[in-house]
């Protein structure tokens, strides 16, 4: 079975959805669903323990190029997910993914050319990009 494209996701997203056309529903249930992305990654750390946040104050080098610096920063994340973790945060991110894929459809912006023009964006500005 081939992955479907964005526009395909969008399309099956449109006659899917039936109880929450309102754009104030979509929003709320978009919101909602970030939110559960973010419960999901700290059930992660702190229930499950497969991955742990170490967070400190991020030290940028003097005197390294721009690209070199990208390899001295942290993430600040140790670990990996299980498989139990990464079940559920895939989850979270598809639910997120239909929401967002619901508020394109009602506002008639086609998300492959979300994904485009943010690539656009990134081959142009490169590191300059501040997003």
Not at 41 to 48: D, F, L, N, Q, S
């Amino acid at each position: 079975m081939s992955t479907p494209t964005l526009q395909d996701f969008q399309q099956q997203v449109s006659e899917l959805l039936l109880r929450h056309r309102s754009l104030l529903d979509v929003l709320s249930k978009y919101g909602q669903s970030n939110s559960s992305v973010n419960r999901s990654v700290v059930k992660a750390i702190t229930e499950c323990g497969c991955i742990e946040l170490n967070a400190s104050k991020q030290l940028y080098p003097e005197n390294h190029e721009l690209h070199e610096t990208k390899h001295q920063l942290s993430s600040h994340l140790n670990g990996q997910l299980c498989e139990n973790c990464k079940e559920v945060v895939t989850a979270e991110l598809g639910r997120n993914l239909f929401y967002m894929s619901a508020l394109c459809n009602l506002l008639d912006v086609n998300m492959e050319d979300v994904v485009q023009n943010e690539s656009d964006k990134c081959s142009t500005l490169g590191f300059f990009n501040l997003s």
